[in-house]
């Protein structure tokens, strides 16, 4: 299962509604980050589903055409990963009682095929032969605050540990001493669950948003496409790490070891890009004098830079961006003040 709905609003102006994050050119060869995740979910699972938002069909069939109507499951709107997970095991569960399914995220960047296969098989096999949720965790390479983590301390038993708790963002004191401390990984938000398990932990977890959802599929199943829509509409927008990971006593870690990243803003894009001995990375044609530590990204002109250090330039034809590297998590508020301002043009 593809979760391919984000709008990537920290990549903004290369990020927007009609180009949103997950069918930008970010993978290798210049693929989309979508079809580089299709790519590698073909080559592990028995079928490939992509949940997205209606809004988003057109953009999702442009780059995988070869998904058939029957492998789309469509949110009539954004609500939030414990509906959409939510919407997707209900739909599952009736075509395939006690399927297996895995969430491979359609917005990251990630290599060593192997790896990655043998980690999502060994969460596939985990999930089906325990009856627990799983995860795939990776141990951090340095001391992160924009990622989530998940604390699963012990030895590695039958290919999993045991998770003790989910951990939101952390401040830096903190990432630092799960780094020192050890028994902490990177959540990556790649679950792995036996559908009907899911819908269990919804019904102990999450209660509302189950009931409401069966009627969702209740209204589609009957040919309601409208009453569905408005049933989904009213749910309450809730994260599936929070509702449902956070609480249950039946979650499993599988360690994985592989070059991943959740390229969420644009100095963590930039620091995917080969930098020049001066530490700035370009993509674009530009000139950059006594410039230091900067990331440029032009499209269609020459971009010029004199004396510019830790700064990100984004052009496109009708945005500019510059910010400084320590602010690349703001740009959503420039995304927010559009939205305020009623500037749609711009997103």
Request: with cysteine.
């Amino acid at each position: 299962m593809i979760p391919a709905g984000g709008a990537g609003t920290r990549l903004w102006p290369r990020s927007r509604s009609s180009t949103p994050k997950h069918v930008l050119p970010l993978a290798d060869r210049g693929r989309t980050l979508l079809r580089a995740t299709y790519d590698r979910a073909k080559a592990v699972a028995d079928e490939v589903f992509v949940l997205t938002e209606v809004r988003q069909r057109e953009i999702i069939e442009a780059v995988l055409p070869e998904v058939d109507v029957s492998h789309l499951i469509l949110e009539p709107s954004a609500r939030g990963t414990t509906n959409a997970y939510g919407l997707a095991s209900l739909i599952l569960n009736e075509r395939m009682p006690g399927a297996v399914m895995i969430a491979l995220p359609a917005d990251h960047v990630v290599h060593g095929s192997a790896q990655v296969a043998r980690a999502v098989r060994a969460a596939v096999k985990a999930a089906a032969t325990t009856g627990c949720l799983v995860t795939v965790g990776l141990k951090p390479t340095f001391p992160s605050t924009g990622l989530g983590y998940i604390h699963a301390p012990g030895r590695v038993s039958r290919g999993t540990l045991r998770v003790r708790r989910f951990i939101e963002k952390p401040n830096a004191a903190s990432a630092k001493r799960f780094m020192r401390e050890g028994g902490y990984y990177w959540n990556l938000a790649w679950f792995s669950w036996r559908v009907d398990v899911f819908i269990e932990e919804l019904a102990r977890h999450a209660a509302r948003h189950l009931a409401a959802l069966r009627k969702v599929v209740a209204a589609r199943n009957a040919g309601d496409e409208a009453t569905a829509a408005e049933l989904y509409r009213r749910l309450p927008v809730e994260v599936v790490d929070r509702t449902v990971m956070e609480k249950t006593d039946r979650l499993l870690l599988v360690p994985g070891a592989f070059d991943w990243a959740d390229i969420g803003n644009w100095a963590e894009l930039g620091d995917r890009v080969r930098a020049d001995a001066r530490g700035n990375s370009v993509d674009g044609e530009a000139v950059l004098v006594d410039t230091t530590g900067s990331l440029i990204f032009g499209d269609r002109r020459l971009i010029a830079a004199i004396g510019v250090e830790d700064m990100i330039i984004v052009d496109t034809e009708d945005a500019l961006l510059v910010v400084p590297r320590s602010r690349a998590q703001d740009v959503r508020k420039v995304v927010e003040a559009l939205k305020r301002a009623r500037k749609t043009r711009y997103l």
